[in-house]
């Protein structure tokens, strides 16, 4: 278990960046991965919209709402109350900027997290350049946007040509013209993901993008095998839950139809002085039922 750090705040991920230093973040959804991350020491948690994919069976992550991402938010802040948290707004909060200043605001008062998140580059200038001017910690997102999963035809990998890579550098560098912390590099060539963190002097960090970025994300329910419907890429399992749960929970299951569980071990008993007079009184009534 990793010694307690003091929880970062949005000054020292600039900081960090200048300085070289690498942070870890994880994307999770509830108190007890919060809880396990805190405690192995985990810089910053994500409470990213995936969750509706990895929590909710969703197949994508646009069903996910304001008040849903509000409620995950709050139970990481409850499992991790000393580590730094960034929330996703969710698809169609931030659509106009009127609208993104009041689900971002909302999010802040009411999530218990540190910064908010959207999705897009220069398309996204006067959105992003709203929410920083309304005085709330926005970074934003470039490369793989899972909310224009049905644009591309699916999660698939961006920045494959020259024009494209250029295309991504630009939005970084318009995300940081209006006023955001920081950006997510996602599902990219590293050659193309290392330039879009020179490019920009604010916190970036990256999944699925090589080593580019001051920080490393991936979602701890890959990483912990939790999620096995599928496995992307560029996602590595340091573990195998779902393999454990399901045999625990068989092994349950078959300890139950055998009558082996509950035992006396697991089962709660009684002094037996007690036992004895309840025998004693359910006799008694038991004879005196007609």
Known sequence: MAAATKKLTIPDLATKKTEGEKLVMVAVGEA??????ERAGVDIIGVGDSLGMTLYGHENTLPMTVDQMIEHSRAVRRGAPNTLTLVSMPYGSYATPDMAVTNAVRLMKESGSDAVKLQGGREMFHIIKAVADAGVPV???????????HRYGG??????????ALHIIDNAKAIE?????????????????KAVDEAVSI????IGAGSAGTCQLLNGY?????????KPKFAKRYG???????????????DVRAGTFPDADHSYKMKPAEAEKLATVLSKRNNHDP
Not at 203 to 206: C, E
Not at 222 to 230: E, K, P, S, V, Y
Not at 243 to 249: L, N, P, Q, W
């Open 32 to 37: 007890m991965s919060a809880a396990w991350a």
């Open 139 to 149: 970074m934003s997102h470039v490369g793989l946007l899972p909310h224009y999963v």
């Open 155 to 164: 999660f698939k990998m961006q920045g494959k040509t020259v024009e494209d």
């Open 177 to 193: 013209e209006a006023g955001a912390i920081g950006l997510e590099i996602e599902a990219m060539p590293h050659e193309v993901a």
């Open 203 to 206: 916190f970036t960090f990256s």
């Open 222 to 230: 890959d990483l912990i095998g939790a999620f096995d419907t599928f």
């Open 240 to 254: 195998n839950i779902a393999e454990v749960a399901t045999k625990a929970f068989a092994d349950y299951a078959a």
